[in-house]
């Protein structure tokens, strides 16, 4: 599998957009980007996936670079509910169903 | 979505014990995958859990020590076996769906060796 990195952490303060990046240079053609993430003490969620466009889903958008070795999760008002490990993981499209490797992902930190 | 529950939540074991997890999902699922989380690390796959025959286990793993059953589409167990203080993790159950793009996680069972 390809691989992805993160920063290890960041900050936000309550209600103010945050953009967790990752970047995945080596990506193939069939890679899907999927973000997961972790809240404490619970199993990971799904947030958000795509391919190359941008998408927007009810919990974040992720923005795509155009060479597809970068992209950005956004949340556009966190909350202190969002205070989660963050995942950026690549799935291949057509043979991956369920393996999902995680890296050490971003810990996000939410400001009162 | 797929509701999963896993049972015990958290148990403290003594070294050289087994325990078994359970995994239930609330409706039929494709596949089903056991993952360990270390304390303070991401979560690493154990293995695929397949119904009706033995589970596809990834490298560093291997059967004897964690044994995985699945006989149906909505149940499946993991046993930790000869268990020591390294053992002490998270294990999570997760399913999905062939047609469906989303991974769905159990809570975890935490579990610590002593």
């Known amino acids: 599998d390809a691989k992805t990195t993160q920063p290890n952490s960041m900050e936000s303060n309550e209600e103010e957009p945050v953009h967790l990046p990752c970047n995945h240079s080596?990506?193939?053609?069939?890679?899907?980007i999927h973000w997961y993430r972790q809240l404490p003490s619970q199993g990971p969620e799904y947030v958000i996936h795509?391919?190359?466009s941008n998408v927007n889903n009810r919990m974040a958008s992720l923005a795509i670079a155009e060479d597809r070795k970068s992209s950005t999760l956004i949340l556009h008002r966190a909350t202190l509910r969002d205070a989660a490990v963050y995942y950026c993981?690549?799935?291949?499209?057509?043979?991956?169903?369920?393996?999902?490797?995680f890296g050490q992902g971003t810990i996000l930190t939410v400001h009162p | 979505s797929a509701v999963i529950s896993q049972k015990p939540s958290r148990d403290i074991c003594q070294r050289g014990t087994s325990l078994t997890i359970q995994c239930q999902v609330d409706?039929?699922?494709?596949?089903m995958f056991w993952y360990r989380q270390q304390p303070g690390q991401s979560l690493t796959l154990i293995a695929t859990?397949?119904?009706?025959?033995?589970?596809?286990?990834e490298s560093g793993f291997v059967i004897d020590k964690f044994p995985i059953s699945r006989p149906n589409l909505t149940f499946s167990t993991l046993t930790v076996s000869n268990m020591s203080p390294e053992d002490s993790s998270i294990y999570l159950c997760?399913?999905?769906?062939?047609?469906?793009?989303?991974?769905?996680f159990g809570q975890g069972t935490r579990l610590t060796v002593v």
């Open positions: 997760s399913v999905e769906r062939v047609s469906s793009t989303e991974a769905f």
């Open positions: 080596t990506i193939s053609g069939t890679d899907y």
């Open positions: 795509g391919l190359t």
């Open positions: 993981i690549l799935r291949d499209g057509g043979t991956s169903y369920g393996k999902l490797t």
């Open positions: 409706s039929q699922v494709t596949m």
């Open positions: 859990a397949n119904q009706g025959s033995e589970a596809t286990y």
